[in-house]
């Protein structure tokens, strides 16, 4: 598809596809001392939605949750929220996925599943909504609709349309252990979008599974090299690394009272992708310098978020994070160049 074309038909600048379903956060203990859980809504790729769209960019999401009483409240959430959600389908065959969200005294997350089918894994690619999907700027994908089918099929199917029309297509593998039969199945399927990603982001804890290589430079140069034009690898609360054609950067992290990691990543990513979209350029077009300006805004977007309870409730808006940057000028500065 003739790139000026493409703009003139735009729908959103994000379409994302993938898992929607309700975190069931830790929220205290009762009066008898049972633990009690919050509904949030959740699912990596519909954070990401929600994060670009507080951000400033038109954000849809493609998927499916169960026609359920979750499913109805994902729904309302995101409509309420500014996501176009004509792509999002409620399935009264199959129930809408739920997480069970442990933290710890550091805000850290354990995660426990009731997703046996849960709706998200049971799209069909015939489901998915291609003038959406084909009328974007940037089509991100995560990986837990890989882990069955129909959904994995359904999966390959999009990003091979999106990759065949010139979309700049985005990964964040978003691994969760307990999800799949075993380690060789997910390191196998989680490398197998490699080769589709345009810019893909992984966190620090990913990096063997998905290169082999443990450091932050090691581990994006292999991306790179495998034909990621921009890569990211997310260190938690000590920020980022970025690499591009033109070599690597490590980008500060901004100081926060964390207290629910839950989102952070994802409020990382949905803000990186919003200003990769605010610039107009493709990601092999994007400097070494540009891409660490957009890791500092997201660093400061996923340390406000980590701040708030809940991963899309938590999603911080466009004032916020230039506040915070501005806050903190000194600290969002990139560091330590390596080529």
Known sequence: MDAETHTDKLMSDIAVFGEILIDFTFHGFGAAGQRLFAQNPGGAPANVAVAARRLGSRAAFLGKAGKDMHGAFLKETLDRLGVDTRGLILDERYFTTLAFVALDERGERHFSFARKPGADTMIESGEIDMEILLASRIFHVGSLSLTGEPGRSATLFALEKAKSA?????????????????????????????????????????????????????????????????????????????????GGRFVAGFPSKAVDTNGAGDAFWGGFLHRLNESGRRPENVSLDEASRFAAFANAAASICVEGHGAIPAMPGREEVLERLESNGKRSAPFCVRH
């Open 166 to 246: 010139g979309i700049v297509v985005s990964y964040d593998p978003n691994y969760r252990a307990s999800l799949w039969p075993d380690d060789e199945t997910a390191r196998r399927r989680l490398r197998a979008l490699v080769p589709f990603a345009d810019v893909m982001k992984i966190s620090e804890e990913e990096s063997a599974l998905l290169t082999d290589e443990e450091s932050p430079e090691a581990a994006a140069a292999a991306l790179c090299g495998r034909g990621v034009k921009l890569a990211v690898v997310t260190l938690g609360e000590r920020g980022a690394y970025v690499r591009t054609p033109a």
